[in-house]
């Protein structure tokens, strides 16, 4: 039972190149998303998906792009990768929330993160 | 906009000793939910304990427990009997149904042998 996993665990850029974050869940969660965590900033929302071929900005959804072809892949890329993209990238999943009742549908589960450094 | 704010950065606590951390939250909606995260360092987040907003009896989980305070918009987190594993960031989090969790700023909690 593997739950979310990211995909690579490390990588380092050079500034400008380009990389793709691959987050897969086999728990057939409607939703998912991508955080980036900063010392003192706590998780940041980047994307998010509510379903299969549909994505939503965050927060902070600048310089980076997502997709969702298939309902337990979710990619993450960096076009052109900045020194200030440097950080801890969390790939997250969850039910789809029916209501109230449904308070298990509204619990994350996380990836173990991925540490990206672009120089 | 919904906002998700933990006034401690820091806390401390001796261990088998009792701590609580403080959340507070801006909304103005009736139905949501709110959660407390751990992350270890081993960087996996984990859920904690949760909580819905339409239930007054405060969520309890073992030696973790929630103090649900709605009118004040306040859920702050009791850790009973702290544990040296209990040392970890601990973060907040807020999510209305078919929406998106927001979270805070974390709070890291330090166990002093």
């Known amino acids: 039972n593997a739950g979310v996993t990211q995909t690579p665990k490390f990588r380092v850029l050079k500034t400008g190149q380009s990389m793709t974050l691959l987050c897969a869940q086999d728990m057939n969660h409607e939703y998912m998303y991508w955080y980036r965590q900063d010392p003192g900033m706590g998780l940041r929302l980047i994307h998010y998906?509510?379903?299969?071929?549909?994505?939503a900005k965050g927060e902070v959804p600048d310089g980076y792009n997502v997709s969702r072809l298939k309902k337990q892949n979710f990619l993450l890329g960096l076009e052109s990768a900045a020194p200030s993209q440097t950080s801890v990238y969390f790939c997250?999943?969850?039910?789809f929330g029916l209501g109230t009742g449904e308070l298990r549908a509204n619990v994350l589960t996380f990836g173990a993160g991925s540490r990206l450094t672009v120089l | 906009a919904q906002t998700v704010t933990q006034s401690q950065p820091e806390m401390s606590v001796q261990e088998a000793e009792t701590v609580t951390l403080s959340c507070t939250y801006d909304?103005?909606?009736?139905?949501?939910?709110l959660f407390w995260y751990k992350q270890p360092p081993s960087r996996q987040m984990i859920l904690v304990i949760r909580q819905e907003a339409y239930k007054q009896q405060n969520a309890t989980e073992n030696r973790f427990s929630v103090n649900f305070q709605k009118a004040a918009k306040s859920f702050s987190l009791k850790i009973s009997d702290s544990q040296l594993g209990d040392a970890a960031m601990y973060f907040c989090a807020y999510k209305r149904p078919y929406d998106k969790v927001i979270f805070g700023p974390g709070t890291s909690l330090s166990v002093i042998p």
């Open positions: 997250a999943s969850s039910e």
């Open positions: 909304t103005s909606e009736s139905d949501y939910y």
């Open positions: 998906s509510v379903g299969e071929g549909t994505t």
